[in-house]
């Protein structure tokens, strides 16, 4: 029974660490050198959205996401969001006026759905540019999101 329960604990704590994993920046930016990301890296980025540089420090992150469905309605007090779609379609809404918004993280909130605002059709080579405390969303999505955000800190 004990060796069941040790077991089951070292499963847990190994799913945890590669839930872990995911999440974590993929490299880390250095002051006196470049930072590079292979062709291969970029493609296993892409594969299954990662965050590639989010450290203490730096006035950006950067990330790849995927997006299979709608999301909530985002904003974002401290970050300007750039969006450049590498793949896929959707259907985003700018401005307005966030519905039913809480607050979620330090200076993130979220919600149902915005009311006005602009409406933009997303598809590979667009880049939409979403400044800090504008609310934004994915109301629907045509075909699985690919995309690379770049999150430049407000001045």
């Known amino acids: 029974m004990r060796s069941t329960r040790f077991t089951l604990l070292a499963l847990l704590l190994c799913a945890a660490s590669v839930g872990l994993a995911q999440t974590q920046p ?25 965050t590639l540089i989010d450290q203490p420090g730096l006035n950006f992150r950067a990330s790849t996401g995927r997006r299979d469905t709608p999301g909530q309605v985002e904003v974002h007090t401290g970050w300007t969001d750039l969006i450049y779609i590498t793949g896929g379609a959707a259907t985003f809404v700018t401005g307005g006026k966030m519905i039913n918004g809480k607050t979620t993280a330090p200076g993130e909130m979220r919600g149902d759905h915005i009311e006005g605002g602009q409406t933009y059709h997303l598809e590979k080579g667009s880049l939409v540019i979403i400044p800090a405390g504008v609310p934004h969303w994915f109301k629907s999505i045509e075909t699985p999101i690919v995309d690379y955000v770049v999150k430049v800190q407000k001045q």
């Open 26 to 50: 993929l490299k880390k930016v250095e002051q006196d050198k470049a930072t590079f990301f292979g062709a291969s890296d970029m493609a296993q980025a892409f594969a299954k959205g990662a």
